[in-house]
């Protein structure tokens, strides 16, 4: 019984999100909230093209991805920081046309983005390599606005070996399958949507490094 009541659980959670994505953002205005949430300069300037940014999204979708996966850092959506020829950042990201004008693979000012998330939920971070050499996050970059302009679909069915479409995390989890041979969920069984739904896998100290972390505000 208890079986078939996790099951149906898991079932609506899918249904839910095959319907809006891995991220609902409800409409409303800064005002509306208490605080207008922003980068500091000093956090600015720590930000490389090709970094990862996460973040927690409004909406009962985001609010049910973080009861269900109960992950340490709670967080809902992801995508990757592109920067421009003028110094300026941006996100790109997919998401679905049921909370978007437009389907899939899109691009917003990373400011946008930011704002666009819950108070002290954003975590950015950046891949081994381009810790190593600044080269390989304008490869991530690259990668990026390469699906970009493909206009890559939003992956309703969360099927990673389907690579016509993407949901959030499959973007990012692509782009270092493409450009490095390297799988972060290779520890997480494939057939199982629940964990290759995780978010762990791009901040995960064996392979990423945290370089701003709103989330310790809430420690």
């Given at each position: 019984m208890k ?14 999100m ?6 609902n ?7 509306d909230?208490?605080?207008y949430y ?7 300037d ?8 996460m ?15 109960r ?24 998401v679905?046309?049921?909370i ?9 000012k990373?400011?946008?983005f930011?704002?666009q ?14 810790i190593e ?5 304008k490869?991530i970059s690259?990668?990026?606005?390469y699906?970009l302009?493909k206009q890559?679909?939003?992956?309703h ?6 690579s016509?479409?993407?949901f ?7 782009i270092l399958?493409?450009l ?13 949507l ?5 978010f ?14 709103h989330?310790k505000r809430?420690?």
């Amino acid at each position: 019984m208890k079986r078939s009541i996790v099951f149906s659980f898991f079932g609506i959670l899918i249904l839910l999100m095959l319907t809006f994505s891995c991220d609902n953002i409800e409409s409303h205005k800064p005002e509306d909230r208490n605080n207008y949430y922003f980068l500091t300069t000093e956090e600015y300037d720590k930000i490389q093209d090709g970094d990862v940014v996460m973040r927690q999204g409004y909406g009962i979708v985001s609010t049910i991805i973080l009861e269900t996966l109960r992950e340490e850092v709670p967080i809902s959506h992801i995508g990757v920081i592109s920067e421009d020829s003028k110094g300026n950042y941006y996100v790109i990201h997919s998401v679905s046309r049921s909370i978007s004008p437009h389907d899939g693979i899109q691009i917003d000012k990373l400011e946008n983005f930011i704002n666009q998330s819950r108070p002290n939920s954003v975590l950015i971070s950046r891949y081994g390599k381009a810790i190593e050499d600044s080269d390989f996050g304008k490869k991530i970059s690259k990668r990026a606005r390469y699906y970009l302009d493909k206009q890559i679909p939003f992956d309703h069915t969360f099927n990673l070996e389907d690579s016509t479409s993407f949901f959030c995390s499959e973007l990012v989890w692509r782009i270092l399958v493409d450009l490095f041979d390297d799988d972060v969920f290779d520890r997480y069984p494939t057939d199982n949507l629940r964990e290759k739904l995780k978010f762990e896998p791009f901040y995960d100290s064996t392979r990423f490094e945290i370089v701003i972390n709103h989330n310790k505000r809430n420690d």
